[in-house]
């Protein structure tokens, strides 16, 4: 079977990580997928490192399966041409603060005007309400915001933001199932419907248990480096050529744990029965994992505790990630076929939800600016050669 949304049309205004990323898994899974940005292209497609053709590394990635036309939605002259596209379509995807989006004509009342039954989803810093909806940001303000920066890190140094984008990601991926659930709605009901999530929001659901052992039990979340909270050993590890992250959680991995390096003598101990007890008394336990850990190789370890059940992994160096057998054989990183020009092969994402009837797949390439001008305006909404010509003349498309 073909891939199931191929009968799903959608205006990506996108930008940066979060919403590029929603339109992304949506068009693995066969949705036509249309990338929208201002004449001469949008600045997530220069910013950071940049390869030979002038993109960063992360647009292939987040833009492939799509097709891109260019519209200054900042126009007047560009509101009828919108209106074409949006009766064409069955959902608008966007990551504007709300005032930009009444500025652009993409509320959620100016779209069902054109189309009663059209589905916009909308990614923003703070929603679409209450007093912040109207202030800007991104992934590291929701961190901050959430708690989550405060309890990062290590005692006695600063607050420690996560190197990758984590908020940006599960709200993308939350967009892209609130999408899938409002597109069921609507075929058991023919009703559109507006889908509005928020960074904050994602952030909070990462953080809301931390907060209510602060709120209920008056207890503040501990800053405790790699380590994780209330368990344990459950550490990164030194060994002698590496890191190994190993997370000791339950009783039962415990006692594997206990015996694997030979400290079965803690069992019997009354004050280190459950996760709790061993996390509070963590400095009797710590200093015997931490020396077993050093004798040995990343390796050893790894083959060590897996044969016991005990979950770990090795601190890979982002050169090794790509070589890593179970990440190559699984194409959990995918270097496409699809030819980008100007730029070497390179690796993107793999399919996150893979589907044993209707998998997704990498089709195309991202688009180059404007690549598909003409499909879109031309074939798709009837639009002439001497109209086109005027619109690309006055910068609207």
Known sequence: ????????????????????????MLADMGAEVIRIERPGGEEDRTIGLTGPNGENMGYPGYCRNKKG?????????????????????????????????????????????????????????????????????????AQAMSGAMK????????????????????????????????????????EGQAVDLSLLQTALC???????????????????????????????????DGYVFVATIMNSMWKRMAKVIGIEHLLDEPDLKTDLDRYYHKERIDPLVTEWMAARTTDEVVEIMQAARIPCGPLLELPDVSKDPHIQSENMLEYSDLEVPGMERIPIPGIQARLSKTPGKVVTRAPRVGEHNQEIYQELLGYQDDFMDKMTEQRII
């Open 1 to 24: 079977m073909d891939r199931v949304l191929r009968d799903i049309r959608i205006l990506d205004f996108g930008r940066f990580i979060a919403c590029p990323y929603c339109g992304m």
């Open 69 to 141: 036309i260019t519209l200054n939605i900042f126009k007047a002259e560009s509101r009828p041409i919108l209106a074409d596209l949006v009766k064409k379509s069955d959902v608008v995807i966007h990551n504007f603060a709300p005032e930009a989006a009444r500025m652009a004509g993409l509320t959620y009342d100016d779209l069902k005007e054109i189309k009663p039954d059209i589905i916009l989803t909308a990614i923003s810093c703070f929603g679409s309400t209450g007093p912040y909806a109207d202030r800007t940001g991104f992934d590291f303000i």
């Open 206 to 240: 990462t953080t809301a248990a931390s907060v209510a052992e602060n709120d209920v039990l008056g207890i503040p979340k501990p800053i405790i480096g790699n380590r994780a909270p209330y368990v344990g050993p459950t550490d990164l590890y030194k060994c002698k």
């Open 151 to 190: 309890v990062g890190g290590f005692p006695d140094k600063p607050p420690v933001r996560a190197f990758i984008n984590p908020i940006d990601f599960g709200t993308g991926t939350a967009a892209a199932f609130g999408t899938m659930v409002a597109l069921r709605h609507r075929d058991q009901t023919g």
